[in-house]
């Protein structure tokens, strides 16, 4: 089935640093998306990215859809305490019974 | 505008026990699913529906049960609760047209142990 990869597990960095992740596929996808869970929380959709090629900001976050398809890259800018959670990049292919799926997860700590 | 709304928000569980996780959504989206996450492993897809009346099996349907008797609802049954069903439940939904746009909104979750 399709998988996609989110390394690594866990990243640490410090208070006002930029940060990049990215999500790969061993399939081609049609449509991005990035999520944020804060604990005890459900996923919050962050971006979502429909063509290939596509560079897409949301204040300090900016997402690409990666020409060959097959990744997605996530940046946060000027790091605060308050983007500490667990952000997902999911994907989906075209077609009728086309589902969602989802990376396991990057958790991001910031350090004050 | 409440978005997904699930309930409970925590349960606890016997070996055996059944239970219906409660799913709703106001947005009059057509598809809606069910996933599970256990630490460390992503989201696995339980069960989804494409409207009402139409539910299908997704990676991990074991245990399982939903049905979709109205576009808002979405309920998901556990029949006969084991220790392999402790996770954290939630609910989805999006407006799927089959061409782009899709936005998935979840719920905040039921964190459900079965001891």
């Known amino acids: 089935g399709q998988q996609l990869n989110q390394s690594p597990q866990s990243m640490f960095i410090q208070e006002g640093e930029d940060v990049s992740m990215n999500c790969t596929s061993s399939?081609?996808?049609?449509?991005w998306l990035w999520y944020k869970q804060d604990p005890g929380e459900g996923p919050v959709l962050l971006i979502a990215?429909?063509?290939?090629?596509e560079l897409t900001s949301n204040g300090r976050l900016t997402a690409q859809f990666g020409i060959t398809r097959k990744d997605s890259f996530l940046n946060i800018s000027a790091s605060i305490p308050s983007d500490v959670g667990i952000y997902f990049c999911?994907?989906?292919?075209?077609?009728?019974?086309?589902?969602?799926?989802f990376g396991k997860g990057i958790t991001l700590s910031v350090r004050p | 505008n409440a978005g997904v709304t699930q309930t409970p928000k925590f349960r606890i569980l016997k070996i055996g026990q059944s239970m219906t996780l409660q799913c709703t959504q106001d947005?009059?989206?057509?598809?809606m699913y069910w996933y599970r996450q256990d630490p460390g492993m992503g989201l696995k897809l339980i069960y989804y529906?494409?409207?009402?009346?139409?539910?299908d099996k997704g990676e991990v349907p074991n245990g399982y049960n939903v049905s979709r008797s109205t576009t808002e609802d979405f309920p998901l049954r556990l029949e006969l609760a084991a220790p392999s069903q402790t996770s954290v439940y939630f609910c989805?939904?999006?407006?799927?047209?089959?061409?782009?746009?899709?936005?998935?909104?979840f719920g905040s979750g039921t964190q459900l142990s079965v001891l």
């Open positions: 529906s494409v409207g009402a009346g139409i539910t």
């Open positions: 947005m009059n989206h057509n598809y």
């Open positions: 399939s081609i996808f049609n449509t």
């Open positions: 999911a994907g989906r292919n075209t077609g009728a019974n086309s589902k969602l799926t």
């Open positions: 990215l429909y063509k290939a090629g």
């Open positions: 989805a939904s999006s407006y799927w047209s089959g061409t782009g746009d899709e936005k998935l909104f």
